[in-house]
C-alpha cells in the first residue's frame, strides 16, 4: 500500500484553493452553439423570433454562460421559464476573462456626438481624453476580471441578449488628485469571459 504523507503546510495550501474557490457552473442549451459575439447574440434573438420561441432567445444566448452556483441556485430565477430544457454542469479549470473593446471609449464615450449624454460627460470632467481609451479599456477590463472572479458584482438585467452583471470599478482621476468610483456593466459570454457593455452605469 502506497501512503501519500502530506505536511502540515501542503495541506494548508490544499485546504485553502478547495474552501475559497466557489463552484462555478455552465449552463448548456442542447443541440446549439453558444454565441460568442454580440453579432451572434443579435442572430440568436432573430432566431427566436422566426421559430416563434421554440428554442427562446435568453437560453440560447446563455448557452456556455459561467456563473457561481451559489449565484445561481439563489440569486437568478432558473430555469429561465416554463419547459426550459437547458441545464447547468460544472465549468471546472474555468479561466475567467473580461474583455473591454475599444470602440467603447474610443468611438463612444469620447465621441463629440455623444460627448453631452451626461454619462460620458463623467470622462471628461475627470479630465481624461480620447488618447486615454486604450488604458482605460485595460484598467477597467483588468479590474472586472478580478471582481467577476472574486464573485464581487451584482446580476444585472437578464434578457434575450443574456446577463448583465454590474461591477464596482475604481479609476485615478487625470486632473485631480482623486479617487472615483462607479458601476461599470458587463454581459455574460460563453466559457468564463465578460465583455464591456456599458464603460458607466451609475455611481
Ligand atoms: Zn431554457
Redesign the pocket.
Known sequence: MKVQTVSFEQAGVLAKQFFESPQWGRFV?EGTKPAYTNREKQENVEWAKVNNNKH?A??LN?NGCCLPVDVIENKMKF???EN???YVVPANNLEITAESPLPKFEGYVFNPEYMHNGKNELFWEWGFVKEDSASLCAELANQAQKSYADVDFKLGKLDAYGQRIDIRVKLQRRNKFEEVSFISGWMLYPDGKIILATPYGGK
Do not use: N
Open positions: 442549451h427562446c435568453v437560453c446563455m430555469p429561465f421559464h426550459c430544457h437547458c
